[in-house]
């Protein structure tokens, strides 16, 4: 993979993923300090919540109220997650204010389907069917197909490059018989198997499928932000600050000119841990500190 792009576009998801596994309550006022913090970072990409159910994500109970309350910066998409149909009503709600894009959402291992939607892949992708043409009815684009577990599965272990690929198409299947233009593929290690060898060779392989399409990474370490309800915490998002201080002497860009702010983004970083009850200890915090 000689021909990488140089360019990183980072997008922000530590305030939707962190604040719902936290036992909290955080208060919905430091949610929404939190996200301005971020805006001011040089992000142009923060995903601010979920519209989920409350009784299995008491963590963005207060969704509405975090949205309503967060003042934009001008140049910034403020993104929201959902599952189903009540969710998008909650969130079409706000679409003056959030960047509303829908994403046709798969998983490349049968036992993580089973467990988390507890449903199979062949009913999954039926539900996605109607998911796209629920997103088109409203005017909301399809751009995007996501695949979980795409580097390997702790119900199914190791996650093949042929078997991303097979879960692509029928993502871009379901994308055709809608009238939906993919414009990238999104790559999640939801469960932290995503080491460099196994990175390379499914990107590897799914570039050379479809050379042009723009490639997205959804990364996890530990024991920082970020979990899935489901999983329980033994996977966290990568902390932002350690990924822009690798990447930037690389000279990828990072979306802000030559990278974000990088001495924000670990002051914010500090500051949102005081927030969580795991002490995000990460090494660039420690460098510079």
Same mark, same amino acid.
């Given at each position: 993979?000689?021909?990488?792009?140089?360019?990183?576009?980072?997008?922000?998801?530590?305030?939707?993923?962190?604040?719902?596994?936290?036992?909290?309550?955080?208060?919905?006022?430091? #949610?929404?300090?939190?996200?301005?913090?971020?805006?001011?970072?040089?992000?142009?990409?923060?995903?601010?919540?979920?519209?989920?159910?409350?009784?299995?994500?008491?963590?963005?109970?207060?969704?509405?109220?975090?949205?309503?309350?967060?003042?934009?910066?001008?140049?910034?998409?403020?993104?929201?997650?959902?599952?189903?149909?009540?969710?998008?009503?909650?969130?079409?709600?706000?679409?003056?204010?959030?960047?509303?894009?829908?994403?046709?959402?798969?998983?490349?291992?049968?036992?993580?389907?089973? #467990?988390?939607?507890?449903?199979?892949?062949?009913?999954?992708?039926?539900? $996605?069917?109607?998911?796209?043409?629920?997103?088109?009815?409203?005017?909301?684009?399809?751009?995007?197909?996501?695949?979980?577990?795409?580097?390997?599965?702790?119900?199914?272990?190791?996650?093949?490059?042929?078997?991303?690929?097979?879960?692509?198409?029928?993502?871009?299947?379901?994308?055709?018989?809608?009238?939906? #233009?993919?414009?990238?593929?999104?790559?999640?290690?939801? $469960?932290?198997?995503?080491?460099?060898?196994?990175?390379?060779?499914?990107?590897?392989?799914?570039?050379?499928?479809?050379?042009?399409?723009?490639?997205?990474?959804?990364?996890?370490?530990?024991?920082?932000?970020?979990?899935?309800? @489901?999983?329980?915490?033994?996977?966290?998002?990568?902390?932002?600050?350690?990924?822009?201080?690798?990447?930037?002497?690389?000279?990828?860009?990072?979306?802000?000119?030559?990278?974000?702010?990088?001495?924000? $983004? @670990?002051?914010?970083?500090?500051?949102?841990?005081?927030?969580?009850?795991?002490?995000?200890?990460?090494?660039?915090?420690?460098?510079?500190?």
């Amino acid at each position: 993979m000689s021909d990488l792009p140089r360019r990183v576009d980072v997008h922000e998801e530590g305030p939707r993923e962190g604040f719902q596994i936290e036992p909290g309550p955080i208060p919905t006022a430091d #949610k929404i300090k939190l996200i301005e913090a971020l805006a001011e970072t040089g992000l142009h990409h923060i995903q601010a919540c979920s519209f989920v159910n409350t009784r299995l994500v008491p963590g963005w109970a207060d969704a509405e109220a975090v949205v309503e309350g967060f003042k934009p910066k001008p140049g910034v998409d403020y993104t929201a997650l959902w599952f189903n149909a009540n969710g998008l009503e909650r969130a079409l709600a706000y679409r003056e204010k959030l960047t509303m894009t829908g994403s046709i959402s798969l998983t490349a291992s049968e036992g993580f389907t089973r #467990k988390n939607l507890n449903r199979s892949h062949e009913e999954n992708v039926a539900a $996605m069917k109607k998911q796209t043409a629920l997103h088109l009815s409203h005017g909301i684009p399809v751009k995007r197909i996501g695949v979980m577990a795409a580097f390997g599965c702790n119900y199914q272990g190791d996650i093949s490059p042929a078997q991303v690929v097979k879960t692509l198409e029928d993502g871009m299947a379901i994308a055709a018989e809608a009238g939906a #233009k993919i414009e990238f593929f999104s790559l999640a290690d939801t $469960m932290g198997w995503a080491i460099p060898p196994r990175i390379e060779r499914v990107i590897g392989t799914v570039r050379a499928k479809w050379p042009e399409m723009r490639i997205g990474l959804h990364l996890h370490e530990e024991p920082y932000l970020g979990n899935n309800p @489901i999983i329980g915490r033994d996977t966290d998002q990568v902390i932002e600050a350690d990924m822009v201080f690798s990447i930037e002497p690389l000279c990828y860009r990072t979306g802000h000119g030559y990278g974000m702010q990088l001495k924000d $983004m @670990i002051r914010v970083t500090a500051d949102g841990c005081e927030l969580l009850s795991d002490y995000a200890n990460t090494d660039t915090l420690q460098l510079v500190s």
